[in-house]
């Protein structure tokens, strides 16, 4: 079955950087389009990025254009987001997610934390 597992989450500074990777298994990854959503306390799960399935196209939510960026590498099933100038309102559990065949597929999450 559909397996999604992040990592790179933690405390950082405002301004600092940070990398998250989800692990991709049990699909062929390289046919679907990647997301990465996050979930502040007390607000909804909301879209962050968005990669096509060979990477030629991305989109992001308007507060981290021009600060994150999501990429992926195919042949290790992994999606990643970059994270710069990280702000206290980025403070957020980060979830890697895949659609497929009408059913929407989630990881465990992973927590950023900006705060000094």
């Known amino acids: 079955q559909v397996q999604l597992v992040e990592s790179g989450g933690g405390l950082v500074q405002p301004g600092g950087s940070l990398r998250l990777d989800c692990a991709a298994s049990g699909f062929t990854f390289g046919i679907y389009e990647m997301t990465w959503y996050r979930q502040a306390p007390g607000k909804e799960r909301e879209l962050v990025a968005v990669?096509?399935?060979?990477?030629?196209?991305?989109n992001y939510a308007d507060s981290v254009k021009g600060r994150f960026t999501i990429s992926r590498d195919n042949t290790k099933n992994t999606v990643y987001l970059q994270m710069n100038s990280l702000k206290p309102e980025d403070t957020a559990v980060y979830y890697c997610?895949?659609?497929?065949?009408?059913?929407?597929?989630w990881g465990q999450g992973t927590q950023v934390t900006v705060s000094s």
């Open positions: 990669i096509t399935r060979i990477g030629l196209g991305t």
């Open positions: 997610s895949v659609y497929i065949r009408g059913k929407r597929s």
